[in-house]
C-alpha cells in the first residue's frame, strides 16, 4: 500500500509546489537504470498510456544455478513472449519496474479503485495493472531497443529457497489471484495470454514429472541394452516411441531458442549452461506451484487474506556496475560531443592498436578535453582542469617526484582531508596503496587530460 500512499503525497507536492508531473515511472531502490531509458519512455509517452522498458537480471557467474535460471526465462521473455504480446495487441503486463505511466491513466485507475491505483491486497499488483489498463481501452508499448543495450537491470534470488519463495508470489497472483478478480476479461488476444500465464498451473509440476520419466526411462534402457535386465515399463514406453520423438524435438527446440536468447545478451559461454539450468528451473517452478496452490487453498477455507511475502533483494556493488559502463562511443554520441555518422566511420578507420578516444582526436573529430568529459561520464570519476598558477607548490611537491611521475599523477590540492590527484589514465588498483608510503592524507583522482597533464607536471615537478 505504500506506492498508494506515495501517490497521495504527490498530489499534495503538487497542490503546495503549483507543480504537475506528467509522466510517473515506477523502480525498485536496487534497479539498475540505463541512463537513456527515461529518454525512450519520455518520447513514447505522447502516444501510450504505459512504456514499459525490458527488464533483464545483472550477470552473474556460470555457478550460480539459481540466478541463472532468471538470466534464462527473462532473456526469453523479452525476446519473444513481450514482443509477441505487443505484436498481436494483447495487454502488456508492467514488471513492475522500468515501468512509465502517463498521469492521465494512474488518475483514471486511482478514481476506478478509491483513490488506490495498486491494489492492496492483490500479490501482483504492477501485472494487474497491466491488464486493468489494457480493460480500460489504454495504449500500451513495451519498447524494445535494437541492440538491447536499454534495459532496467538487478539482483534476483540466488538460492534455492529464496527463489521458491519469490516464485511462489508470483504464481498466486497472476496465474490464481488475478483469475479469481478478472476471469477471463478482454478480447480474444487477451484470453490466449492469459491461459499462456496460467498454464504453469499445471505445466511447471508436469514439467518436473517429465524430467523424472526421462531420467528414469534412460536409466532402464541403459540397464537393458547394456546389463540384459529387461524391463516391463521400457518395452511399454518403447510403444510411445513416435510421441517421445516429437516432444523432444519440441524441448531441443525449446532449449536451443533459450540458448540463443541468452547468448544474444550474456554471451555464449553463458548460453552453454542452459540445458542444465532448465531442470533447476523446473524443480523450483514445480514446488513454487505446489505451495501456491497450498497458500491459495489455505487462505480461502479460512477466510484469510492473502499474505505479500516480501523478497529479499541484493544490492549490486561498484564492482559488478564496472561490466554495465556504458561504451566510450555511446556517451560521446549521447551527450553531442559527436554525430552518430561520426562515430561509425571512426569506428572502421580506427587502427586495432588505437584506442577510440585518440583516434577521434587524430581525425579532428573530438578535441582533448570533451574526451576527458566522457570518460569521467564513463567511469564516474570527477575531471580537472586546473592550471598550474592554481597549485600551490608544496602541494604539488607533498610526493616525491620520481614517484609522481612513475604514477602519471600530479597533487593540485587537499581539500577536507583528502589530497587530490590528477592523471590521465585510469587509477590502476595498486596506485593508492603505493603512494599511502608517502601520504597520511585520503587520496582522490581526478581526471586531466594528458596535455594538460604534461604542462602541470613541467611546471611544478
Known sequence: DCL??????????????????????????????????MLWINWHMRDHDMVQIPVLPLPTPLTLWTHGIYIDEFSEYQCRDM????????????NGVGTGFRREALDELAASQGNRIFEPVCLTEDYENGLRLKLRGAKQLFL?????????????????????????????????QTWERYGWSGKLVDKYWLW???????????????????AWGAVCGAMENFAGWHSQFYARTLELAPLFAVTSVVGVYRMLFRGYAVGRRFGWKFAIGVPVRVVVANCINAQATIRAFARYASARLK???LVWV?????????????????LIGEILVMNGYIEEFQLRAALLSKPPDRRLGEHLIDLGTLNEDDLYEALSLQHHLPNTRVEPSDVRLGVARSLPAHVARLWGVVPFGVED????????????????????????????????????????????L
Open 144 to 176: 524494445q531497443i535494437r541492440d538491447h543495450s536499454v534495459a532496467t537491470r538487478e539482483y534476483f534470488p540466488q538460492t534455492f529457497a529464496t527463489a521458491v519463495k519469490q516464485r511462489t508470489r508470483w504464481v498466486t497472483g497472476i496465474s490464481l
Open 83 to 94: 514482443p509477441a504480446r505487443q505484436f498481436m495487441g494483447a495487454f502488456v503486463p508492467s
Open 417 to 460: 582531508g583528502k589530497l587530490l590527484l590528477a592523471g590521465a589514465e585510469l587509477p590502476s588498483p595498486g596506485l593508492e596503496p603505493a603512494l599511502k608510503h608517502f601520504t597520511r592524507l585520503e587520496i582522490r583522482f581526478y581526471l586531466m587530460s594528458s596535455s594538460r597533464l604534461h604542462v602541470l607536471a613541467e611546471t611544478l
Open 4 to 37: 498508494n500512499w506515495i501517490y497521495q503525497r504527490m498530489l499534495l507536492y503538487e497542490t503546495a509546489r503549483e507543480a504537475h508531473f506528467d509522466v510517473i515511472v515506477t523502480h525498485d531502490a536496487e534497479d539498475v537504470i540505463h541512463p537513456e531509458s
Open 303 to 305: 477466510g484469510e487474506p
Open 310 to 326: 516480501k523478497t529479499e533483494h541484493q544490492y549490486p556493488t561498484a564492482a559488478s556496475l564496472i561490466r554495465e559502463r556504458r
Open 196 to 214: 499462456r500465464d496460467r498454464k504453469g498451473l499445471i505445466g511447471n509440476p508436469a514439467s518436473l514429472l517429465t524430467n523424472i520419466l526421462f
